[in-house]
């Protein structure tokens, strides 16, 4: 009978921990942590403070924008499980605030679209950087490391590989070292194009009037300061006033303090002259909050790997970056944002400087028409 009554005392025991348990699992489930996953999309509401991003359909990171014709275009990488994509798409908007998701234009690998389109590379579509010249649309992209380059009669594409090779890769016969990766292309007033590119250090080479060769030797640039930050990736180039404007990303992609910083050149082959003092180089940077202790605890994280637009015929200009997903995004999981990006007179008398930009406020106010381009 003891031994009968101590088996039932276990078993109530034994019930009660399994119902306990079960509670929890339950509570848990009612109330899941507010961690993103791959395939799904950004948040519909944000807080005070967090501007919603501008492409709300997918996880998106390495916006590269531009202006075609009578339409914006963005595009950006395809957030996958660790940098593992194989695709490319391009957003639309005719005024900056609504933007379309128009398909995927590339795909290393076919698993979008069932249909490879590049017979070199199959994984790590990143950082696409896209120009148009004469009729055509071409897109510089990232397949495992290196660049390749994508030719196509509109924007929406699609884009054929126009090389079936890549344009650029680490080793012979460039003897270039490290990821060949994040191209910009250049056009420049007198109609010269020029691609940059690089992780760790700044690569750049003239392009051949047919946009899909070199033209000449790979210069380094990579801009050099003291005082604390380096370049690392990310490099975008445009033009105002006469001044080149090289802009880029330094830190590590999934750390908090992710940033963009610029210099500029009197020539496209510069060499990069920082702002004085180099603090001023930093236009791009989270949105510096901290908790009770004081401790860095931003909420806008994760800023960089940007694009700069220009809207035609005005000096209005905007910056399209990514930043870690709100809430509970990390350097794997990001969404695309913009913001107004302005100038200011330099009181050392050089160029105009970049004025640091504004990551908690929206870019537009409720009812704004945005910024709609003539019709074309």
């Not at 997903?325 to 100038?343: D, H, K, N, W």
């Amino acid at each position: 009978m003891f031994l009968e009554k101590c088996m039932r005392t276990g078993l109530v025991l034994m019930a009660a921990v399994a119902g306990m348990m079960a509670s929890s699992v339950m509570a848990q489930n009612a109330n899941p942590p507010a961690v993103p996953a791959h395939g799904e999309k950004p948040a519909a509401t944000y807080p005070e403070g967090v501007p919603p991003p501008v492409i709300m359909d997918k996880f998106t990171a390495d916006p590269h924008a531009l202006v075609i014709g009578d339409t914006y275009y963005i595009y950006p990488t395809v957030d996958r499980q660790n940098w593992q994509t194989t695709e490319f798409n391009v957003w639309s908007s005719k005024d900056l605030i609504t933007w379309k998701d128009e398909g995927t234009v590339l795909d290393l690998a076919g698993k979008a679209t069932g249909k490879g389109d590049v017979s070199w590379a199959h994984i790590r579509a990143w950082a696409p950087g896209v120009i148009a010249k004469d009729g055509k649309v071409y897109m510089y992209f990232c397949g495992e490391q290196k660049i390749g380059v994508a030719v196509a009669d509109k924007p929406t594409g699609p884009f054929k590989d126009a090389l079936d090779k890549p344009l650029i890769a680490p080793g012979p016969p460039l003897n270039l070292r490290g990821q060949m990766i994040d191209p910009c292309p250049f056009i420049d007033e007198d109609g010269q194009a020029y691609l940059y590119w690089g992780n760790g250090g700044l690569y750049m080479a003239k392009l051949k009037p047919d946009m899909i060769s070199l033209d000449g030797d790979v210069k380094t640039i990579t801009p050099t300061w003291q005082g604390g930050g380096r370049f690392n990736e990310g490099i975008f180039v445009f033009k105002r006033k006469g001044t080149y404007y090289f802009s880029w990303s330094e830190n590590d992609a999934r750390a908090a303090n992710y940033q963009v910083a610029y210099g500029t050149s009197d020539s496209p082959v510069g060499p990069i002259k920082l702002p004085s003092p180099v603090a001023n180089r930093l236009i791009l940077q989270n949105d510096g909050k901290t908790d009770a202790d004081g401790k860095a605890a931003p909420v806008v994280k994760g800023t960089g790997h940007h694009s700069i637009i220009n809207i035609p015929g005005t000096d209005r200009w905007y910056m399209i970056f990514h930043r870690h997903a709100v809430p509970g995004g990390s350097g794997f999981i990001r969404e695309t944002c913009l913001t107004p990006m302005a100038f200011e007179a330099d009181p050392n008398g050089g160029p105009d400087r970049i004025k640091p930009v504004d990551v908690v406020h929206p870019a537009f106010a409720p009812g704004s028409k945005g910024e709609p381009l003539p019709a074309k």
